[in-house]
């Protein structure tokens, strides 16, 4: 069984940063790929960022946060992190990492393949 634990949300001004923590648990096999999501109040739940540790594998952001997030992983931790720079208030969200295996990083973010694991969630609020 897979467990993920989001950490460092929470309140900023806009143009601030803040980094997000993803702490797995379990099958290090069952989380080849990992990524971050958000939902906002109203919308649909978005992929921002997906990484995978197949060789080659291309990481995938969302065209929105190209430039300003960076999504990296600490494999000896069994971490992921969202570093989010230059943050504005249209990125103010629940945040949610998600994992599977077998699939592409842009098939997960765009959730065409469905995550096998999540997180409960981590908010993310930026004023303007």
């Known amino acids: 069984q897979v467990q993920l634990v ?46 995978s540790t197949y060789y080659g594998a291309p990481t995938y952001y969302i065209d929105s946060v190209k430039g300003r997030f960076s999504i990296s ?12 720079d230059r943050l504005t208030a249209d990125d103010t969200a629940a945040y949610y990492c998600a994992a599977r295996r077998f699939t592409t990083t842009q098939a997960l973010c765009t959730l065409s393949s469905d995550p096998n694991y999540w997180g409960q969630g981590t908010q993310v609020t930026v004023s303007s």
Request: proline share 2%; aromatic share 6%.
């Open 6 to 51: 989001e950490s460092g949300g929470g309140l900023v001004q806009a143009g601030e940063s803040l980094r997000l923590s993803c702490a797995a648990s379990g099958s290090r096999w069952s989380i080849q790929l990992m990524g971050w999501f958000r939902q906002a109040p109203g919308k649909a739940r978005e992929g921002v960022a997906c990484l």
């Open 73 to 84: 992983r600490d494999s000896a931790r069994n971490t992921v992190y969202l570093q989010m």
